[in-house]
């Protein structure tokens, strides 16, 4: 069983990932046959990626269980531990992200109609999530995304289809908002989803490299999501509809969890896999919270 604190086990975990030990000819033949598994592994955790990625594809976080070595996002990046991810952009420069199950202690204030005329009455607010650390170049305040995925929506034209098909995600303006919800009982605001920030994959310009987000799939770090989830992980993440505040951001923890294991990621049981989740509990206070001084079990 492991010993010691959260930044004990963190730095234990800093010097696996960067020491690599072997006392023999046998060590060395072992370590050079799984290197060779893994390799053809994670090429063929490319192939798969590459045929899969485009707007509309939803993909998550991959876990130690899914690498069989150590948790990818443990030491770097870790607002994707145990995240899901949309894509809204593909294209031979960059793939464009963002992170679906991350709420944040921020809100929206949409005003209905004509603003000028709107009284307090007439302004709907609607929690506003992290989706990524990237921004709009020479814009100060990151750009929002506003998505739905209910049918009735739909087939009532709100938005447009990521991709162009009418199954995937549909992004939508906040002028489409208001126009929904200005029609009686087609629309409630707990219906859209809007997400501040993207998340950002740069592809290499010389032929036969593989980097931007297709590296990550051949380091391990992801996997795409089967298309037939989406209506059961949107439903968990209708759950996290309220600002986070220190009252209630275990709830949404649990909740993002929860849709993480529906897009088919899996806990490791081992004493240790804890660590992860401390981690991300942690980013989750500083960052989302504001609060790094939080600390819950």
Known sequence: E???????????????????????????????KRQEEESDAAFERVERARGSIRPGTIIRAASSVDTGNEQPFLLDDQEFLQSILLIIQDDEHITVGIILNLPSAHKID????????????????????????????????????????KEDLKE??????LGGDD??????????????????????IDDFMVINGFT??????????????????????????????????????????????????????????????????????DSEAKLDEKARNSWWCTFLLGDAKLRFS
Not at 6 to 12: A, E, G, I, N
Not at 169 to 187: M, P, R, T
Not at 204 to 220: H, K, N, R, V, Y
């Open 110 to 149: 949409i005003e209905m109609g004509d603003g000028e005329k709107a009284q307090s009455e007439d302004v709907i607010t609607i929690p506003q999530r992290y989706g990524g650390k990237y921004g709009l170049k020479g814009q100060a305040v990151k750009p929002t995304v506003w998505l739905h995925n």
């Open 2 to 32: 492991s010993q010691g604190g959260f930044d004990d086990l963190m730095l234990k975990e800093w010097a696996k990932q960067r020491m690599v030990y072997n006392d023999g000819d046998d060590d060395v033949e072992i370590a050079d």
């Open 200 to 269: 950002v994959w740069e592809k290499p310009q010389e032929d036969g490299l593989i980097g931007g987000l297709m590296g990550e799939f051949l380091a391990g770090n992801f996997e795409v999501v089967a298309k037939d989830k989406t209506a059961e992980i949107w439903d968990i993440l209708e759950t996290q509809h309220e600002i986070l505040t220190e009252e209630n951001i275990e709830e949404n923890l649990a909740a993002a969890q929860e849709a993480w294991i529906s897009a088919g990621g899996t806990l490791n049981p």
């Open 156 to 161: 009532a034209k709100v938005g447009s289809p």
């Open 167 to 188: 199954e995937n995600v549909w992004i939508c303006s906040e002028k489409d908002i208001d126009v929904a919800l200005s029609i009686d009982g087609l629309a409630d």
